[in-house]
């Protein structure tokens, strides 16, 4: 394993880190315990400077150099929120917070990150400033999007970021990366269909919006299968649905829920404007009256083609060239480092976690044989982005 000699003590220590954090999982903005672990960790590693609550409970560490002549900047991301899951992997350092658990492995890019920021810290071999951005709310709350609201990139400006994510079935050792949409765009879709309810004995004195919710649904799964060309991706998936209270009585209001998921801004474009007419007409048809909301959540997350390159550079100085690929196929799961790849050009690359549950599964855990591989990954791409002249 090309594994930095540094590791070999810091190991156990890491080790320990990420069980803790997984040991006491918190959602979204909540981090408030993991992020003040992780900046009391930046400051005993002599982390120039420390700023917390940025984007809420976000942390920012800035690290300088021995040298400043190139004056370039470059931001490292991490994530550190865990999911309404309840923890079934039988660990010792199982959660401890009912209902909460670390099923995406968070934990691990937060120690892999905080590994990295320590060692950077402490050698100060590279030219220029590395800044380590620690993100709550990545499942659902669009952290990175508030830390860059609060300033993130105004106050601390990178020229390129990077991000990077355990991959499940990947076998430890082993990189993934691929240039342009990697990840799927998240927005959430509420329809609502109205009619006028009644008794089901009569039902031609009502307006029945059972029948018609009923025809929504099937006029919405036309959506992406045929409307959108086949060789560009898209899901609508309609998951919910509610309405009503008791057997014999037609209800006056039906509400459905779903996601739409796409790797093309322009698709997601369509997909929005052609949703809310079709309800509408749909439900008309019926006598009823139907109204799409639109949400966006999360955009494309597209890696820029250079800095794809750039990363997978570092990764086979680490790995070696048979262990990393830059053909990753692309997934309709989101990723909100899309907002800081909208805004920095950058790149996100997968590191392998090996034979473990799936992400978002009650027995997944991170595998802490990875950290070894992301610390190094990251010490790698900064000497390589940032090298003494």
């Known amino acids: 394993m090309a594994i930095e000699n540094w590791l070999a003590s810091d190991f156990e220590r890491l080790v320990a880190f990420r069980r803790d954090l997984h040991a006491h999982p918190e959602l979204l903005y909540e981090t408030r315990r993991t992020a003040a672990r992780v900046a009391e960790a930046l400051r005993a590693a002599g982390v120039d400077e420390v700023h917390e609550g940025i984007g809420q409970t976000g942390v920012v560490g800035v690290i300088h150099g021995q040298s400043n002549a190139s004056g370039r900047t470059i931001g490292l991301r991490a994530d550190m929120d865990a999911l309404p899951i309840l923890e079934d992997t039988g660990a010792d350092w199982a959660s401890t917070t009912p209902g909460v658990m670390h099923a995406c492995g968070h934990d691990g890019h937060t120690t892999m990150l905080l590994g990295a920021a320590g060692q950077l810290a402490r050698s100060r071999a590279f030219d220029g400033t590395v800044i380590v951005i620690f993100q709550p709310a990545e499942e659902g709350g669009a952290g990175a999007r508030a830390m860059i609201q609060d300033g993130l990139f105004d106050r601390w400006p990178c020229d390129e970021v990077y991000g990077m994510h355990n991959r499940p079935g990947l076998e430890v050792g082993r990189f993934t990366i691929a240039p342009g949409p990697i990840m799927g765009s998240v927005d959430e879709i509420r329809i609502t269909v109205s009619g006028k309810g009644g008794h089901a004995a009569t039902p031609h004195k009502t307006h029945d919006p059972m029948p018609a919710a009923a025809a929504v649904i099937q006029a919405v799964q036309t959506l992406s299968a045929r409307t959108i060309d086949p060789f560009d991706a898209a899901v609508v998936s309609l998951c919910t649905i509610a309405g009503g209270n008791a057997f014999n009585v037609i209800p006056q209001e039906i509400q459905i829920t779903g ?17 809310a007419g079709l309800v509408e007409q749909v439900a008309a048809g019926f006598g009823c009256t139907g109204v799409a909301e639109y949400i966006r959540h999360y955009p494309v997350t597209v890696n820029h083609a250079e800095h794809t390159e750039l990363a997978a550079d570092a990764a086979r100085a680490v790995a070696g060239a048979d262990n990393v690929t830059t053909d990753m196929p692309p997934t309709l799961g989101g990723e909100d480092f899309s907002f800081m790849l ?22 997944y855990d991170f595998d802490d044989e990875v950290i070894g591989w992301g610390c190094s990954y990251w010490t790698t791409l900064v000497r390589q982005r940032l090298p003494v002249g």
Do not use: F, K
């Open 259 to 275: 996601t739409v998921r796409t790797l093309r801004e322009d698709v997601r474009d369509h997909l929005e404007q052609r949703l």
């Open 342 to 363: 909208n805004e920095v050009p950058g790149a996100m690359i997968n590191v392998g976690n090996g034979p473990s549950a799936d992400l978002h599964h009650p027995a």
